[in-house]
């Protein structure tokens, strides 16, 4: 058993009676006095519009799936709201996340954009949906392009936790937690009440833009909301007289509806479903590269539906509950040409569909105590076909597909967390996690090299421990410990497919991957500056990467996954918002990671340089207009691993430094209308995000609106 764990236990064991024996006599509730110690919920915020990088006024539930203020929280945290998705004129959900301290978004293609979380993307960084697992079974290594199939309109937040969240919610939590909260419907108890919105943006980039129409609406209890989403975007205009660069256009669709019901005081019933599809989508980089004629991704195409259950009593001994029951569909399909078979198409598919149940409870065993225990279970099967059609003479014969069909993969995990104030200034939070894995892998003996059906069962215990204390009015420290893990999945001991470096083939042999992340930090919550400061290092073992073979497949090098041993990775964060005075704000961020395989002595895959924002707002006093200017900013990249300069999208040169100049101005016309212009890329700069396959835009100006009904 690991060390941490050993701490973890004991800690939680002998927390309960060190908190007796320092605590006072309880103080009566209506008494004129401070209450109990607790951190700040939501009713002791004061929220505070014109906070921007980091609103420590604001709550987050990623993190312990309770509901604290960020400033109390023991771990680095960030929200993005609806307000600021609609004033950064947001074209997808990935670009709503790449001013976050600690945030880096990488894109392969312009339907893509994959959330690299400390140094770490993909696989590694755990996608949720209202606290659903969008991580499955095929969820892919390195960059992926799953956050886009999200509609950025329809959600009220999104949380994002930095550090592994393995107690919490089990694999794939290594470098982060991403979690997308939708909209609500928040007042059930009107009688009649209707509400409509209409809102998008459009911009010069792509000559195209998104609309999207959102409806809610409540009556004696009962209450919906939903809505569509439509987008459109021609080939993007890069800087420099670049002109515009091909294979990059795509198009798409999506759609949601949320039921609702109190059942009782302080109760919830959820009905919910969501749709979204992006079409025809290329991938840029096998193109330009020369290795494809065609790549597309047609459809790229998510489904939800899901059954949720909630409840609070606050002051009582069970505090809050919840339970959930979903399904969820994905289905990607793929049309290629390869440079070496141009007179062969290939078309793949692939499908996983997904059942799962999750639930937890909230405990008040005793006034500085708040324990949180659950469970949860997923479900993933997979179905995975490949039809080639010989252009010349019109054949179609079935081809190798990238999984075997029929392929599962089930997670089950249960956790439990303490929350313990000792004193007004600390709040203590220790967990414990242990999961279970079933990766059942269908045979494939026609393949080369064959898969044989194989059942495998993996076993983890996961321990973290955070503290937090405020030392002087406004001044919290924190410090935690986390281990974190990703069990190997279908994709990883199956896939038989195109890489960026060439073809992957399986390897069954896969161990799950560790970390243990050890992490301090400062957050500042003064009345005219906020500011925060991270400083971290995660020790890596068994750490999974594609490591190139001697085999060559259709003219092109093949690589597959393996344990690459150990690894280490470490670096910071800091942010700051200050009050200037006279309506001026001035706002800055700026993260580094840096990544080494211990035993090959090089860089990991993918690590972002040296990136931040720096920027100011004014504001007029009336609170209607605003000006922002700002600029986004990377250092270059050289440090890269030898998969790194293969890899086309990055190259062995590696991808130059850049800074970028922008203005916002947004204006509240009246209650019912609101619209933001954004003026990107003044200087024109011909520029890309490191490890990305598409170019950034050059000079281009976006409106977004928002109509309220």
Not at 149 to 156: A, F, K, N, Q, S
Not at 401 to 407: A, I, M, V
Not at 417 to 441: A, K
Not at 683 to 692: F, T
């Amino acid at each position: 058993m690991r060390p941490i764990v050993v701490v973890s236990v004991l800690f939680a064991v002998l927390a309960a009676p060190a908190a007796h024996a320092a605590d006072a006599p309880p103080v009566p509730a209506p008494a004129p006095v401070p209450p109990p110690p607790a951190p700040r919920t939501v009713d002791e915020v004061v929220v505070r519009a014109d906070r921007y990088v980091v609103p420590f006024d604001a709550n987050v539930s990623t993190p312990t799936r309770t509901s604290l203020a960020d400033f109390v929280v023991p771990r680095a945290t960030s929200t993005v709201s609806a307000e600021d998705i609609l004033q950064q004129a947001s074209r997808t959900t990935p670009q709503a996340l790449d001013q976050e301290p600690g945030v880096f978004v990488q894109q392969t293609n312009l339907g893509g954009g994959s959330a690299i979380v400390r140094g770490l993307t993909g696989e590694q960084v755990l996608l949720l949906m209202d606290g659903i697992r969008l991580n499955n079974a095929t969820t892919r290594s390195g960059p992926t392009q799953y956050l886009t199939l999200v509609d950025p309109y329809m959600l009220d937040r999104i949380e994002v936790l930095r550090g592994p969240g393995s107690v919490m919610y089990g694999s794939d939590a290594l470098g982060g937690v991403i979690n997308l909260i939708p909209r609500r419907r928040e007042d059930l108890t009107c009688c009649l009440d209707l509400n409509a919105l209409l809102a998008g943006n459009v911009g010069t980039a792509t000559n195209g833009g998104t609309v999207a129409g959102r409806y809610e609406g409540s009556y004696r209890g009962f209450g919906f909301t939903g809505g569509v989403n439509g987008h459109h975007f021609d080939d993007l205009r890069v800087g420099d007289g670049g002109g515009r660069q091909d294979d990059t256009g795509y198009e798409g669709l999506g759609s949601d509806l949320r039921l609702e019901y109190a059942p009782a005081v302080g109760q919830r019933l959820a009905l919910a479903y969501q749709y979204y599809e992006d079409r025809d989508v290329p991938r840029t980089d096998a193109i330009e590269s020369g290795t494809n004629l065609a790549f597309e991704f047609e459809p790229q195409r998510r489904q939800l539906m899901y059954l949720d259950w909630r409840g609070e009593r606050p002051g009582a001994f069970v505090e809050a509950w919840r339970l959930n029951v979903n399904v969820q569909r994905w289905d990607e399909g793929r049309y290629e040409v390869r440079s070496a078979s141009p007179t062969r198409e290939r078309r793949l598919y692939d499908r996983v569909d997904t059942w799962g149940v999750f639930g937890h409870v909230t405990l008040r065993p005793h006034c500085d105590h708040r324990v949180t225990a659950g469970f949860e279970l997923y479900h993933d099967e997979v179905y995975s076909r490949r039809r080639d059609t010989n252009t010349t003479t019109g054949v179609v014969t079935a081809g190798q597909s990238r999984y075997p069909t029929g392929s599962t993969w089930m997670p089950l995990g249960i956790y439990v967390q303490d929350e313990w104030t000792p004193s007004p200034c600390w709040l203590i939070v220790p967990g414990l996690r242990y999961s279970r894995f079933d990766l059942h892998t269908a045979a494939r003996p026609t393949t080369n090299p064959p898969v044989a059906e194989d059942d495998d069962v993996t076993d983890e215990l996961t321990g973290s421990l955070a503290a937090s204390y405020e030392f002087s009015p406004g001044w919290r420290a924190y410090g935690s410990v986390a281990q974190g893990f990703r069990a190997p999945n279908v994709d990883d001991t199956t896939v038989f497919d195109r890489a960026a470096t060439g073809i992957e083939i399986p390897n069954a042999d896969l161990e799950p991957e560790h970390v243990i992340s050890y992490e301090l930090g400062l957050k500042v919550d003064r009345c005219a500056w906020r500011a925060g400061l991270a400083l971290w290092y995660s020790d890596f073992t068994d750490l999974i990467q594609r490591v190139q073979t001697n085999l060559i497949i259709d003219a092109l090098p093949v690589s597959t996954r393996e344990n690459v041993a150990d690894a280490e990775m470490y670096g910071g964060e800091v942010w700051a918002d200050v009050d200037l005075g006279r309506g001026w704000r001035a706002f800055g961020s700026a993260s580094y990671a840096r990544g080494t395989n211990l035993e090959s002595d090089q860089p990991l895959n993918k690590v972002p340089p040296l990136n931040g924002l720096v920027g100011a707002r004014w504001t007029r006093c009336d609170g209607r207009l605003w000006i922002e200017p700002f600029s986004r900013w990377s250092a270059r990249q050289t440090r890269l691993s030898d998969a790194d300069k293969a890899d086309f999208r990055i190259g062995p040169d590696g991808t130059p430094g850049w800074m970028t100049a922008n203005v916002r101005v947004g204006y509240q016309v009246d209650r019912h209308l609101e619209l933001v212009a954004e003026a990107g890329n003044l200087l024109d700069e011909r520029y890309k995000h490191h490890g990305s396959g598409v170019e950034d835009a050059g000079r281009y100006l976006t409106v977004a609106f928002e109509v309220q009904f």
